[in-house]
């Protein structure tokens, strides 16, 4: 898998730590999803960390990142709450959506799924919403405070054990979760819902996902987790996890496939219609029966979810030099039994290329040709390639006529 570090600016301008999944080759990205972990946990859990890599070895990139005071982000985790936990998430989408695509996904555990079905309401672009262990409220986890709550009304702070570690618990904090005591985020969630719990699980009781999913509207799915623990510790069941979601998550995020059946329904033949996917450069590609897709790659802005502008133009002329090759060979019975064409575009200055005069694009067409073939025989082949249709269209200084449509 390939990992990017991603650092972004919570509300207060300190500088939070991420990590983002990635498929071993970019372009096989089909959605990306945000993650939010355990209440103070951190990105590197082995739950996120193996759920994060199972997602992207299906195809789904994923962000999971520290919240403020957490792992290898900045700020005071004494100053936080659950209401800075959920501006985390939306700025940690807003960096998603400014670096490569809006979140359609999102992931929590623990507590960090009340944050995310908190969140949800405020990003456009969420379909699908997965909570995994999750209180319905973030007002659940007071009891964990239930034995310091007196010290920390008196001093204001106090310091309480959670796992292996001390974290201090102001008084903020608790009056923050609250304003989190009813479910009326998740009544209002405008995205499918897939919740995941463990009957076993001993932190957070299995009666959560029941209000959860009694709240939530359809579609919402219940998976149950079995003999799973709180923090997924099995990495049989953290990969359970990732399969059953992008398979899941693929019913609600099919807006491709959607368009591929019924956007190009009105061209006429020879007709394409380019359709925009996002904000930034990826775009739908239609003619009357066929759908592509085409991006920037990820250094210039894009998502690299499908070939450049510039890529699907020599892909155009070399499908339309091998097609040529292909008849001329068939028809004069030639032995070609492969043939094989490589390009490449470049930008030159004009005395670095003999024959371009004062142009400075240039298109070098390698062309491969397999069989038992003689020497006049690829020499009239080497000429064919030139009559391709496509190539005559771009030596022939085609007029572009633009016009904006009623």
Known sequence: MNKIRLEFKNAAGETLAGLLELPERVSEVSSIALFAHCFTCGKDIAAASRISRALAAQGIAVLRFDFTGLGNSD???????????????LQAAKAL?????????????????AAVLAAAAQLESVRAVVTIGAPATAEHVAHLFQDQAEEIKKQGQAKVKLGAREFS??????????????????RDLDAALLVFHSPLDAIVSIDEAAKIYQAAKHPKSFISLDRADHLLSKAADSEYVATTIASWASRYLEIDKADESEAGHDLIDGEVLIAE?????????????HFLR????????????????????????????????????????LPLEDVQVRLLHERV??????DCKDKIERITRRITLIGELDDEQRQ????????????RTLESDPQIVTELAD
Do not use: W
Not at 304 to 327: E, F, H, I, Q, V
Not at 380 to 391: F, K, N, S, T, Y
């Open 294 to 333: 085409a991006d920037e790659p990820l250094k210039y802005g894009g998502s690299n979810l499908g070939p450049t502008p510039y890529d699907l133009l020599l892909m155009s002329l070399g499908a339309c030099t091998s097609m040529t090759l292909r008849m001329y060979a068939n028809r004069k019975k």
């Open 277 to 289: 996917l996002d904000h930034k450069f990826l775009r739908a590609m239609y003619s009357d029966s």
């Open 97 to 113: 959506e400014a670096e490569y695509r809006a979140p359609q996904i999102l992931i929590g555990h623990s507590l960090g799924g």
């Open 349 to 354: 200055h004009a005395e670095d290329c003999v």
């Open 169 to 186: 618990i102001k008084q903020q904090f608790l009056d923050d979760i609250e304003n989190y005591s009813n479910t009326g985020a998740i």
């Open 380 to 391: 009239r082949l080497l000429e064919i390639a030139d009559r391709c249709p496509v190539h």
């Open 75 to 89: 700020g005071d985790f004494a100053n936080t709450n659950f209401s800075s936990n959920v501006q985390d998430l």
